[in-house]
């Protein structure tokens, strides 16, 4: 029988108190209302280094969540990723107290210039020694684009040609600029930098227009790790095109496995190899040392969930005011263009049962509709092991309920189960998170990689 | 006598090898090449805080310097300011290593949203627990402008109308968005966030359309401490109606007066009260044991100028290709817009003498321009008291010839001298970067600061 891989484990966190599990922050033993203080961030990144987690994925977004009853109140009562700073700003901090856990940060390209967002993660990766990732996200919120100086959002389809535009240009700074060895630190010859080997990129398209070159000297990972999340038609193309590893949040295993089979097909006519992308999916496990203490768990957190803390969520991430529909509507025939995935999602769980608008914060549950694992060490390692043959995915965003709670429960229950059945890296973690997640391939983007089309070709691969 | 007033002390930093000491990156005890290591940056922040400086300086520009020749060869080759990173994502390490030391860091408003620079601000005061400034600048270069998606810079006036309003709309969103105590984290009752409390800003104006509200809790200090930088007319106004502290650059004492008295005449006409602005201008100090120690040293490190690196800092500040001149070409027959403030102070040292274009490596020196002490500890001190009085200045913005050797060189044996005087403070310091520097007015803006105009009633200043 062939040893079973190692699943890939990412703590899954937000700069907001509160983050998937809604009014849980409510629990006395959660601290996640010291989001704004450093030391909750380094505790956090200790505590997933030492348990050998792979990265800290941090998600963000730019706006308020207002969809709700067409304010932001019942987010800002509740806690529903509000408020909401920076994500970028405590990773180096972070970075200085662990050694080898990696940071996925979430960074829209809406509203960001590829010549300066080039220049942070390039810096992050220095910072690093080569332990950053880049979640690239298109915003989805209104609220955002109205205080970022648009009428409304920008089209779905042409968010993901900007975006697509976007990452080619930063493909081109990041790889396609410097040489290997241009910044040479001469002090004999006085020369630092090899102007002979840093090239403009000369990059005029339809939104940018770029001639570089880049500001920064190459990074240990030249591109951080990319990370993307999208299950739009749209989405699964970038990621396939793009990514590394991709985030699939829902509660329906089988919907999480087609999503994984599609954008798969799809990377295979792009060109890119067998593996070339790693899947991700959310998953909120309550553990304790038996299976009836981690019910009692379970059902003892369920108290502290919030209706409205998950109606502000579920609004949020399907563009819908579900305030404005009567609780018993069955979610099925409302149409909505941007819910089609979560409701595909919901349509797959508990064998056909009819969802109402009343039901949304029982379908958001402890995980916002990521897949939830209740259980003592066997059986939570049985679960997890099962979900990721049935999701075909490579590993899990843990969110946490609580936290740190859920990260030290996982960690002091499953986390041995999981390491006795070969199924956490062994290994002590060598090189940078891309080598972490890619054993052997090196720091670098793979060649079928097409920011390897912008490589130059005096860079070693 | 009054006892004199503890002087303002900032190291003055970029995240580059070689800042304002052009070439001295080559000297063999400078360390300035790792300025991409987190260790690097942790070290100065530890060595700084130790010493009792008030903060860290960080400049940055957002292009290459590729006025001279028309390309940035000379720039990369001499590490002139080259590579470059990005400023702020360094500081939440440093924080975590320091307890005192503010962070002062400069962001152009020409390339930012409000709406996300706020959040940045203040996602970084509540890291720092209170510890950060913002310089504010107008971004010069035109290599910024074409790799942002201009054809060329926007207009130096217009610059400042946009920042003016840009900067009205971060006050709103600091000042005016979330009432004290909005945030009350009532597990009992469930509420984190009283919605009541929270205001949109409703900003709709010339450049931007904000409705708000912030995204974040108030910080410490809510407003950053306002740094601002600008010599021109225009930049002389923003500084009078905004800034907290303005640095002004120069050679030449009786300028720097001039611009000081100046601005102050302008912030009382703006109805802000005496003292509601510190200054501080640039000096590099090369410092030893005595003076003929300082002297050879400050000979040995001469021998590192680079006059490259000299010339590709000048064209970049001045805007103009000294290339393209003849080395004879007296300087004040060159008619240029942007140079003027730096030509005016050139005017001034040296008691008339006629400056060449071959002159300016020579006048860039070891610090770009700047003030320029050589001593050994008592003429050093002396140096420095009677350059704070002459020009009117609070402070310093301490530039490195070397890195950290310079720093380590004032902290061992200047900074003992100054102690004795009484021009270092002595109490331990206590509370917000705002209250360290104005001590007694509490963590926030004062009243007549213009920003108070968009403070809640409910705020308490």
């Keep these: 029988m062939p040893q079973p891989e190692p699943l890939l484990l990412n703590g899954f966190m937000m700069t907001v108190p509160g983050h998937v599990s809604p009014g849980l922050w409510r629990h006395p033993n959660d601290r996640s209302d010291r989001y704004n203080r450093l030391d909750y961030w380094l505790g956090i990144a200790r505590l997933l280094e030492r348990a050998g987690f792979d990265a800290m994925f941090i998600a963000d977004t730019l706006g308020q969540l207002d969809v709700y009853e067409g304010r932001a109140d019942a987010s800002l009562r509740t806690a529903a990723q509000a408020p909401l700073n920076d994500p970028l700003l405590a990773i180096s901090a972070m970075a200085a107290v662990t050694e080898h856990l990696g940071f996925g940060v979430t960074v829209s390209t809406t509203y960001e210039y590829p010549y300066l967002l080039a220049r942070k993660f390039t810096t992050l990766d ?51 600029s410097w040489e290997d060895g241009a910044a040479l630190r001469d002090r004999g010859t006085g020369v630092f930098t090899d102007p002979a080997k840093v090239h403009p990129i000369d990059h005029a398209g339809t939104y940018y227009r770029v001639p570089g070159p880049h500001l920064c000297e190459p990074s240990p990972q030249r591109t951080p790790v990319l990370f993307q999340a999208g299950t739009s038609p749209r989405g699964q193309a970038f990621a396939a095109r793009n990514a590394e590893v991709v985030f699939l949040m829902g509660a329906d295993a089988a919907a999480i496995r087609r999503d994984v089979r599609a954008i798969k097909e799809l990377a295979r006519s792009f060109g890119r190899s067998e593996g070339a992308i790693k899947f991700v999916t959310s998953v909120s496990v309550v553990t304790a040392a038996s299976d009836d203490e981690a019910r009692a768990k379970h059902d003892e957190y369920r108290r502290y969930l919030d209706p409205d803390a998950a109606f502000a969520l579920f609004s949020a991430f399907t563009g819908v005011d579900w305030s404005a529909y009567d609780r018993d509507t069955e979610l099925e025939y409302i149409e909505t263009n941007a819910s089609r995935s979560l409701l595909t999602s919901l349509a797959g769980i508990d064998g056909g049962r009819r969802w109402k608008v009343g039901d949304i914060p029982e379908f958001m549950g402890l995980g916002s ?6 259980g003592g060490p066997r059986r939570a390692a049985d679960r997890l092991e099962q979900l990721a043959e049935e999701a075909e995915v490579d590993g899990f965003n843990l969110a946490y309920v609580i936290s740190p709670g859920t990260f030290e429960d996982f960690i002091a229950h499953v986390l041995p189960e999981l390491r006795r059945r070969g199924r956490v890296r062994t290994s002590p973690p060598v090189g940078t998170l891309r080598e972490r997640i890619f054993p052997g391939v090196g720091p670098l983007l793979p060649a079928d990689h097409p920011a390897s089309e912008f490589r130059l070709a005096a860079v070693a691969p």
């Design 126 to 176: 220095h910072l690093t020694s080569g332990r950053v990732a880049w979640n690239i996200v298109t915003t989805l919120l209104e609220s955002a684009a109205r205080n970022l100086g648009l009428d409304r959002q920008v089209d779905h389809d042409e968010r993901y040609d900007q975006a697509q535009e976007f990452v080619e240009v930063a493909y081109k700074l990041w790889e396609g």
């Design 369 to 374: 509709g990521g897949q939830t694992v209740v």
